[in-house]
């Protein structure tokens, strides 16, 4: 019996690879130009001189550089900008610590522990996300002005860690699940306690959902402007965005383009180094929180 000849696989002319190709990396260099674009000009009107800010055509960069902007916000009110970036840091990280902790703990229960409800108390949970902030404004400011936590950087941190805490399970039981159970098993067969197998066997096969927890955790809390300007009263003690807010509604800072930019440039430079160091893990992280295995 003969068989039949294949026909032969048709190729694309050229024309249209070449087509396809300036729409693949035309489309990925738009999108990269439009997300670094406000980048590169909050930095390049950060080291103008006061002189070319409003000068026609515009300048964005121009040489020699001018770093008198930066000394002028980190001089802010006798270095009250300085002491803004020491609330956020403490609050960000005391944050992440404690989402992370309390996240893995909680998303190891629901991945792999039984116990009664648990699929109910997991949508609960997750029901939580879908209630907009500003609608329990007014309860949890009462909460904390009852504990008098007011004006009190812990209140933050309670807050940023409660709010964050359901993706951030959803993330890690999504993660624990597309780990195989076969792990898990042979451990507690050889006399591993479930805390061991935690520490031991999970977290280190966990280390993305780690990096994707911390990166979030991080951002939100550093960036967050509507709490700190509400439960950090004292003008002298609160978060960097509401400090930056401040400069822009201030009569003397107000106008000063270049400062402004520069307090914009140190702001968000913590969380690209952070996201630098990580960024290894934050896609894997994603991914592996968002589907099972």
Known sequence: MTS??????KKRPARWRTFNAIVVYGGNL?????????????FGVSLL?????FTNPPV?????????SYQAVLQFEDGRFVAAMKISAGVAVASSLSVVVLSCLAGYAFA????????ILFILILGTMMFPFTA?????????????????PLSLVILYTTFQLPFCIFLFR????????????????????????????????????????????MYHSWNEFTSALIFLTNETQT???????????????????????????????????????????????????????
């Not at 039949?4 to 696989?9: G, H, N």
């Not at 160091?277 to 968002?290: D, K, P």
Request: charged share 15%.
């Open 60 to 68: 964005v960069f121009h040489f020699p550089l001018d770093f008198s």
């Open 239 to 293: 978060t960097v965005p509401v400090v930056l807010s401040y400069m822009a509604l201030s009569g003397r800072w107000g106008t000063k383009d270049n400062v402004l930019m520069a307090g914009s440039v140190l702001s968000f430079l913590p969380i690209l180094v952070l996201f630098l160091v990580f960024q290894r893990f934050f896609v894997h992280g994603l991914i592996s929180g968002s589907t099972k295995g």
């Open 4 to 9: 039949l000849p294949l026909s032969p696989t």
């Open 30 to 42: 738009l999108a990269t130009l439009l997300f670094i674009a406000p980048w590169l000009w909050s």
């Open 49 to 53: 001189p006061a002189t070319l800010l």
């Open 136 to 152: 329990v404004l007014i309860p949890l400011f009462s909460i904390i002005s009852k504990l008098k936590l007011l004006n009190n």
């Open 112 to 119: 792999r522990l039984k116990f009664i409800g648990k699929e």
């Open 174 to 217: 999504n993660s624990f699940e597309s780990i195989p159970s076969a792990l898990r098993d042979a451990a507690l067969i050889d006399g591993c306690h479930e805390f061991d197998v935690l520490r031991r066997i999970m977290l280190p096969l966990a280390l993305p959902a780690i990096a994707t927890v911390i990166i979030y955790s």
